[in-house]
């Protein structure tokens, strides 16, 4: 054996430390083929994804275990468990009532009731629709061979398929440890505990609880207390009581603005008379996309026109544009600070994270509590939806920008200031501008949810549509916000693919 493959074959040791001649042999059958290899590994197949962790392949060994839990629980219920359970207990409800029902015709017929014959009707339904459930009780009951040996099948075909795929699975991530040896490799006990206690409690605890249901009562309900709940909400409260109160004057002053700014624009959009704010915005279409857009953005004005929805157009467009430069302007700068301070952006990401992520109706309960109802709580509400894209894009555009041109301007002699308003910003402007077109979008979007809280505008139409199910209304206020959404797009983005 030369030095080589004496080297090899250590390696080899080092990884697998079990059985190197059976992996020596397998690893150069499927070395030596680019297709699929077939062998089968006896070891893998009978431990299943206990195997698979023990090697540290959880990516495998996680479905695995899934599907013989499925299949483990199969075998249980067809096995132990009762299948007719469910439909008893239907039984047992509808016996209840047909008792009820009997006392009322007893009732019935001695006062000599006109409903006579209507309790003769329900009962005779009832009885007719235990004689039906009694049939699926016997037929679920006799199925249980099937159920059983359904799952006995799975099981042996989820096996098969660890025993074949195995072999394939670890030689690639043996060819992966050659390079990289912090990759998992070899055998250690708590490895192996780990996946062998794992597994064994999953499929131990599913078995059971579908096999014997309601027999250990903590795997069906959290074992929880009520009190639990009540103190979290009242402590709760207690924070938002005392933000409220010593913060009033923030929240007041936060209103103020809104609403200065808000003001301002509902005086641009809805009090300007409407061939003045028409013909400046399909002559921002024109130049900022081209006379086909402004040839549309014509077409979309006019729909809003002459189906009435021209006012409550351009209040959407006032509480949009409000939300929309208040995120702008504060989103902008956050971006440009954070994108060369990789710590700080870590600590703001999951912020905006959670802004995105969370439902609007649930932090418009905060808003409410410190900005009562109305156009500054629908503001601030479209704020934290909308607000995170432009942050997002400005960092992402920022980072874009090469190094090399950076360092060649500073290398010129270029200022901080210099470097980012002719270097940074100009070449970053493509994902700026999409984030401003995003976050611009995702206000939009929430012009239905801000009406539930005072808003006007178009949204009002659609929630009172959802409310009276007026399906006319809903659409025809629906494309009115489509067309608002595409007029600004275009505006926004330019020529711009």
């Known amino acids: 054996m030369t030095?080589?493959?004496?080297?090899?074959?250590?390696?080899?040791?080092?990884?697998?430390?079990?059985?190197?001649?059976?992996?020596?042999?397998?690893?150069?059958?499927?070395?030596?083929?680019?297709?699929?290899?077939?062998?089968?590994n006896w070891v893998a197949a009978l431990l299943g994804p206990v195997w698979y962790g023990m090697r540290g392949l959880w990516n495998w060994g996680l479905p695995f275990l899934l599907l013989e839990t499925f299949a483990f629980i199969q075998l249980g219920r067809g096995l132990f468990g009762d299948l007719g359970a469910e439909a008893r207990d239907r039984i047992g409800q509808i016996e209840g009532t047909l008792a009820f029902r009997k006392e009322q015709l007893a009732a019935a017929i001695e006062k000599q009731a006109d409903n006579v014959a209507v309790f003769e009707r329900t009962i005779a339904s009832l009885e007719a629709?235990?004689?039906?459930?009694?049939?699926?009780?016997?037929?679920?009951?006799?199925?249980?061979?099937?159920?059983?040996?359904?799952?006995?099948?799975?099981?042996?075909?989820?096996?098969?398929?660890?025993?074949?795929?195995?072999?394939?699975?670890?030689?690639?991530?043996?060819?992966?440890?050659?390079?990289?040896?912090?990759?998992?490799?070899?055998?250690t006990s708590a490895r192996t505990g780990l996946s062998a206690v794992f597994a064994l409690v999953v499929v131990a605890l599913c078995v059971i609880h579908y096999s014997f249901p309601g027999a250990i009562s903590w795997l069906t309900n959290f074992p929880t207390s009520p009190d639990i709940r009540l103190g979290a909400i009242a402590r709760v409260e207690q924070f938002f009581a005392f933000?409220?109160?010593?913060?009033?004057?923030?929240?007041?002053?936060?209103t103020q603005g809104i609403r200065a700014?808000?003001?301002?624009?509902?005086?641009?959009?809805?009090?300007?008379?409407?061939?003045?704010?028409?013909?400046?915005?399909?002559?921002?279409t024109w130049?900022?996309?081209?006379?086909?857009?402004?040839?549309?953005?014509?077409?979309?004005?006019?729909?809003?026109?002459?189906?009435?929805?021209?006012?409550?157009?351009?209040?959407?467009?006032?509480?949009?544009?409000?939300?929309?430069?208040?995120?702008?302007?504060?989103?902008?700068?956050?971006?440009?600070?954070?994108?060369?301070?990789?710590?700080?952006?870590?600590?703001?990401?999951?912020?905006?994270?959670f802004m995105q992520t969370m439902p609007a109706f649930v932090f418009m309960i905060p808003v409410i509590a410190f900005f009562g109802t109305g156009k500054p709580a629908a503001v601030v509400t479209t704020m934290i939806f909308g607000g995170t894209p432009v942050v997002r894009l400005t960092v992402l555009g920022l980072r874009g920008v090469p190094e090399s041109i950076r360092e060649a301007a500073i290398a010129y002699g270029a200022s901080k200031w210099y470097l980012l308003t002719k270097v940074d910003l100009p070449l970053a402007a493509p994902s700026i501008l999409a984030g401003i077109n995003q976050t611009i979008m995702l206000s939009l979007a929430m012009v239905v949810v801000a009406s539930l809280i005072g808003a006007k505008g178009l949204g009002e139409d659609v929630l009172e549509a959802l409310q009276y199910a007026s399906v006319g209304q809903g659409i025809l206020a629906g494309f009115a916000i489509l067309f608002c959404a595409m007029i600004l797009d275009r505006i926004v983005q330019g020529r711009r693919e």
């Open 261 to 284: 700014v808000l003001d301002a624009l509902e005086v641009v959009f809805v009090d300007t008379p409407w061939p003045v704010i028409a013909s400046f915005i399909i002559l921002l």
């Open 129 to 187: 629709a235990i004689g039906g459930i009694r049939a699926e009780v016997a037929t679920a009951e006799a199925g249980a061979v099937y159920v059983a040996l359904f799952g006995a099948v799975a099981l042996v075909i989820i096996k098969l398929i660890e025993g074949i795929v195995a072999n394939t699975v670890l030689e690639k991530r043996y060819s992966e440890w050659l390079s990289d040896k912090t990759i998992t490799s070899g055998l």
């Open 243 to 254: 933000i409220i109160a010593s913060g009033e004057w923030f929240f007041d002053l936060i």
């Open 287 to 353: 130049l900022s996309a081209g006379i086909r857009p402004a040839i549309a953005a014509s077409g979309f004005l006019a729909y809003m026109g002459f189906l009435g929805f021209w006012t409550k157009a351009m209040t959407t467009l006032a509480l949009l544009g409000t939300a929309a430069c208040i995120s702008i302007a504060i989103g902008i700068p956050v971006g440009l600070f954070c994108a060369r301070r990789p710590r700080l952006y870590a600590f703001i990401r999951p912020i905006m994270d």
């Open 3 to 40: 030095t080589v493959d004496t080297e090899k074959r250590e390696q080899l040791n080092r990884f697998v430390e079990t059985n190197d001649d059976y992996y020596q042999r397998n690893f150069d059958k499927i070395g030596s083929s680019a297709r699929f290899t077939w062998t089968f």
